[in-house]
């Protein structure tokens, strides 16, 4: 051998240095092998080791960035696999949309004050939205006589916090023909009062025929994208590096990528709505295989209506009405399961949003039909919320192979359980069942249903408490570690990506959180509390906590 061989199979034998090397840490790896270390390094955005200090320090060189995190606790950046990012404007510009949630709006008056602001920043004839009323919290729902006292120069539409009702003024009703006389669409409802008149409250499809029916103002490109990148930077605040996208169009796509950038690299995987199922073939196709960045592959669908807002179609009635089944959707079997054959042939991974046990049965039917006329191993094929189970839905799951997303918002929203029954509290959001037959677990906040906050939902996996106090279901708590889980490896496997983030390994993404406090020693009452620090992807720290 040479001299300069020698020199040169020395260079190759010596690890390049690492760009970032992380000392001093708590490190949750989720690495069933390795499952804690206090230290790790990264090169080229990747985590290139991961073990002691001692280990890693060695990998430094001259342009190393070191961080000692002091025995903070470092977990896997989070992915919260069923979101609906939207712009965000502030009140000071004329986009905005009213956010009627509890913490803005605490009453009807307070609603009614809210209209009418907003009322005198939009020019008449315009329609005015607000998201995120609880009638739970109200009192009531709204009526339209309630908002014809905002305004009754503007279409008003006020969508409650389960996004699957709203309720509108009377201008609403008049520009979309709606009047006593108007029959419900078919997986819809415009409720009545006892003469028969409409009350302004929109369930299901009769929503989007009153939305559709009015002319509202379009914020430009340009103030649609910063109104995306605000939302995307609000998750990286909480922690999350990648977000599944739960149906949207091209369009809604391309936006969020322009928002994306550099400055808030989010990693996105988007699930096309179902009638852009060519466009979803096209763009998976042209991906490059190394892109982690915005990826496609999936197509959202719906077989049902909504949990919070009790128009899922239940086998038994209600617990608070007793002929009341909720709503059985407008779709039919046929159109489902052709659906269903269409996605799976062309390749794609199917996510079905199903809450009702009378639901979920015709999704495993369709997902069974196509799998035995198309058998494919690693489908992945989801259902989305999967609220209200029995024994034999978890078993039809565990044997059809599917992986699912389930609510995990009692903290919010435990008051719409009420109506469901207490009885059937320990099959909903049956998430510790699901995880222990060896089904995975994809955690989710479907936000803006539920705040993209991953560690309130964890907190809510763990807890199943709401915010007022109460438990509801506690056969389904999941312990902290499965909690984890579900928000890392678990969101990673449900979109393909297990085998490049979900876990701290190396030659893994280097995505990273950093906490104020390990979810696993603090008491299980103050999860919510734990506070992230710096959130990493790719290496970058792209938010850290002033
Ligand atoms: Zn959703």
């Known amino acids: 051998m040479s001299f300069t061989h020698a020199i040169i199979l020395s260079v190759l034998a ?68 069923h979101a609906h990012p939207r712009p965000l404007y502030d009140e000071d510009s004329r986009y905005y949309e009213i956010d009627a949630g509890p913490d803005k709006v605490k009453t009807l008056d307070d609603l009614v004050a809210a209209i009418r602001r907003k009322a005198s920043k939009t020019p008449k004839g315009k329609l005015i939205t607000g998201f995120g009323y609880q009638e739970t919290k109200l009192g009531r729902h709204p009526t339209r006589q309630d908002l014809d ?38 997986g819809g409802e415009f409720q009545r009062d006892e003469k028969g008149e409409p009350t302004g409250l ?156 009378r639901e979920i049965d015709v999704v495993l039917d369709a997902y069974e039909a196509a799998l035995k006329e198309v058998p494919r191993a690693n489908h992945r094929h989801r259902i989305e919320h999967c609220s209200v189970v029995n024994e034999a839905i978890l078993k039809r799951i565990k044997d059809l192979g599917l992986v699912i997303a389930p609510h995990s918002y009692i903290y919010e929203h435990g008051d719409k359980m009420e109506n469901f029954g207490s ?27 539920s705040a993209a906050v991953p560690l309130l939902r964890m907190h809510d996996m763990v807890n199943r408490t709401s915010a007022e106090g109460k438990v509801y279901g506690p056969k389904q708590r999941c312990t902290v570690e499965q909690a984890l889980r579900a928000f890392t490896l678990g969101s990673a ?34 999860i919510k509390d734990i506070v992230v620090l710096r959130t990493v992807i790719g290496g970058e720290t792209v938010y850290e906590k002033r």
């Open 423 to 449: 009885a059937r509290w320990d099959w909903m959001h049956p998430n510790r069942s699901l995880i222990e037959q060896g089904t995975v677990v994809a955690g989710n906040s479907d936000y803006p249903i």
């Open 14 to 81: 010596a690890p390049e240095p690492a760009d970032l090397i992380v000392l001093n840490a708590n490190v949750l790896t989720m690495d069933a092998k390795h499952p804690a270390a206090e230290a790790f390094a990264v090169r080229a955005g990747r985590f290139a080791s991961v073990g002691s200090n001692t280990e890693i320090k060695a990998l430094a060189g001259a342009k190393t960035r070191v961080l000692d995190f002091d025995g903070k606790t470092i977990v896997p950046g989070f992915i919260d696999a």
């Open 493 to 526: 496997y449900a979109e393909f990506g297990e085998e490049q983030k979900g876990s701290i390994e190396a030659g893994k993404l280097a995505d990273f959180v950093v906490l104020d406090r390990d979810p696993q020693k603090v008491d299980a009452k103050a």
């Open 149 to 186: 006292k905002a305004t009754t120069d503007h279409p008003v539409v006020i969508t409650h916090s389960s996004g699957h009702l709203s309720v509108c003024n009377s201008v609403a009703l008049e520009l979309a023909k709606v009047t006593r006389n108007t029959e419900d669409p078919k």
């Open 202 to 357: 929109l369930k299901e499809r009769a929503a989007g025929l009153v939305r559709s029916a009015a002319s509202r103002l379009e914020a430009p490109e340009s103030e649609k994208v910063e109104g995306y990148r605000t939302c995307l930077r609000n998750f990286l605040a909480r922690g999350l590096t990648g977000v599944h996208v739960a149906g949207t169009d091209p369009e809604g796509a391309r936006l969020l990528t322009l928002a994306r950038g550099k400055e808030c690299p989010v990693r996105l995987y988007i699930m096309l709505r179902e009638d852009y199922l060519d466009q979803a073939v096209k763009l998976k196709r042209e991906m490059a295989a190394d892109e982690w960045g915005v990826r496609y592959g999936a197509i959202k669908s719906f077989y049902g209506n909504s949990l919070s807002g009790q128009t899922a179609w239940l086998y038994k009635p209600y617990a608070n009405q007793e002929d009341y089944f909720g709503i059985a959707p407008g779709r039919s079997r046929a159109s489902l399961d052709a659906l269903v054959l269409r996605i799976h042939k062309a390749g794609l991974q199917s996510c079905i949003h199903s809450n009702g046990d």
